[in-house]
T-cell receptor, first 115, second 115 residues
């Protein structure tokens, strides 16, 4: 079955360490996204990528970095510059960015806790 | 800019009760509208969508009608079940300008259904 795989499901890090969250999709989608979810705040867009080797900042990109070297992979690095990194991180993909009818497919998320 | 406002939660209902979750939006262009559902510990799943005014999206007994005149997309279900307990997110998507394809989410509404 096609889908999006995020790993690990739970991740624990010490403050000051960088950490990379994995996101892999086998849906052959061009567009991929990273969202952050905090209680009572909905989802906020961190980065998105329309195509391989291209990515754009979302609304809250500070303290995060991404790469898109392969179509199926879009890893997110949470750097030590991110002031409040503890959150639930969701990866998503869609056929393309510029389509009204192209829904987002989400992974099951990674819960990151930084102490 | 674009924004989505959902009714405050949490919402607690008895099984077979009628459900309404209000959603209103502001958008700089002509949006597509979506409802996503998130079950505990999982990512988001698309529940239904509508792409133009007066369209009705429906799925699994849930319905929502795109009302351009009131900028609303309220979610309804005639008879809820315990298995409907989840967090529901209203979202919009505008193509063009600075909102290139990204989804803008409401803050989410927690629904709990008791037997």
């Amino acid at each position: 079955d096609g889908g999006i795989t995020q790993s690990p499901k739970y991740l624990f890090r010490k403050e000051g360490q960088n950490v990379t969250l994995s996101c892999e999709q086998n849906l052959n989608h061009d567009a991929m996204y990273w969202y952050r979810q905090d209680p009572g705040q909905g989802l906020r867009l961190i980065y998105y990528s329309q195509i391989v080797n291209d990515f754009q900042k979302g609304d809250i990109a500070e303290g995060y970095s991404v790469s898109r070297e392969k179509k199926e992979s879009f890893p997110l690095t949470v750097t030590s510059a991110q002031k409040n990194p503890t959150a639930f991180y969701l990866c998503a993909s869609s056929i393309e960015v510029s389509s009204y009818n192209s829904p987002l497919h989400f992974g099951n998320g990674t819960r990151l806790t930084v102490t | 800019g674009n924004s989505v406002t959902q009714m405050e939660g949490p919402v607690t209902l008895s099984e077979e009760a009628f459900l309404t979750i209000n959603c209103t939006y502001t958008a700089t262009g002509y949006p597509s509208l979506f409802w996503y559902v998130q079950y505990p510990g999982e990512g988001l799943q698309l529940l239904l969508k509508a792409t133009k005014a007066d369209d009705k999206g429906s799925n699994k007994g849930f319905e929502a009608t795109y009302r351009k005149e009131t900028t609303s997309f309220h979610l309804e279900k005639g008879s809820v079940q315990v298995s409907d307990s989840a967090v529901y997110f209203c979202a919009l998507r505008v193509i063009g300008g600075t909102s290139y394809g990204k989804l803008t989410f409401g803050q989410g509404t927690i629904l709990t259904v008791h037997p």
